[in-house]
DNA sequence: CCGAGATATATCGAACCGGGATATAGCCAC
DNA sequence: GTGGCTATATCCCGGTTCGATATATCTCGG
């Protein structure tokens, strides 16, 4: 093993081959759109890239079909020694969540903003929460068969959840906590 | 304006520099250990160069105070026009939280791991989640004069809450569906 | 039926970011 | 008094993002 810690798009791709061979734009679809997208996020020019590396590193291997016109399809699959630097990766302490939030620093910033700001910030995170909630609960019976992604999914409804309830029970006090629009005499 | 899109760091330091003139240390701090912890993350190596753009565009000027022996402080405060490009910058839709979570990750390839390694994980994150939230209830009475600081904690413990509650109530589903230790002829 | 746009697929490059190493000088603990 | 921590900034390497580019098929609106 050349590297012993493997970067995290690195157990991003071999997590996902483990589940079956695919191609780096299939991988990054799964990333974006699939059962990953709502804790991992990864682009072509990461996937790309590590994916070279764990070629070179004997963790997949590469089987190439050309299609005419079409670029070469490159498909990865997990060796053995994939799987282990796999387990050992996951074997390690996860760590806490890492969460990026622009909506929270909107928040956070409510003193200083507009109140139209904030209130708009907090309708549109509404929006979004409502719709990942309602596709989450549709694609719960396709994947139904899969216990890991059902628990997945059962965990990211419980959160979101929450998260809308807190929202709508307490946007009237944060939209309260903006820079009110007419008294901006004082700073 | 030279950049009409702030990139997520820079914005972070004006945000953090509208409630107040500090140096580069302590905006990393700030994004470490304070308020901003739970939703952004920033190291000096973004954090500098950050600064320096924001400098060369007029959004923070620096003084530096000369301390014999230590290094110069620089010293950042935000301009009317950094005020400006911060509210318009928070204005645009803040877009999905992006969360990076290393256990999710692990619960999701749970079929694939060992049954140790899955419990380990959990067990992990529930003391994770758990310290988080002491050090959530702890800081509530400091902040209690800055609301929108104790709306974001409410946030935070609320989501917190229920995802200790999920993992508390189902971290047996989640090792039940790794590989058993034992039978492990048939892949 | 023709062109606009989407889909599938990989590559490249520039800018940006993360984490560690480096420098320095007081201060604290042992 | 030596080693480690705090405060403070800088530099660098590798990893990452995001957009541009290439190209062939397929689909849809006009």
Chains 1, 2 share one sequence.
Not at 10 to 32: D, F, H, M, R, W
């Amino acid at each position: 093993m050349s590297t012993d810690t493997l970067s995290p798009v690195s157990t991003l791709c071999l997590a996902i081959l483990q589940c079956g061979e695919a191609t780096g734009y299939e991988i990054k679809k799964e990333s974006v759109e699939g059962d990953y997208r709502y804790f991992v996020d990864a682009s072509y020019g990461s996937i790309y890239p590590a994916l070279a590396r764990l070629a070179n590193d004997g963790y997949v291997t590469v089987r190439e079909e050309t299609h005419p016109g079409r670029p070469i399809r490159k498909i990865y699959s997990i060796t053995p020694e994939g799987t282990d630097a796999l387990i050992a990766a996951l074997s390690q302490p996860p760590g806490p969540d890492q969460r990026r939030s622009r909506f929270l620093l909107v928040a956070k910033s409510a003193p200083h903003l507009p109140a139209a700001v904030v209130k708009a910030a907090v309708d549109e995170r509404r929006r979004l929460l409502t719709e990942e909630m309602e596709h989450l609960r549709r694609i719960t019976a396709d994947y139904s068969d899969e216990p890991s992604v059902a628990w997945i999914v059962g965990y990211g409804l419980a959160c979101m959840g929450t998260s809308l309830d807190y929202l709508e029970k307490n946007a009237d006090d944060l939209v309260a906590i903006a820079k009110p629009p007419l008294a901006d005499a004082a700073e």
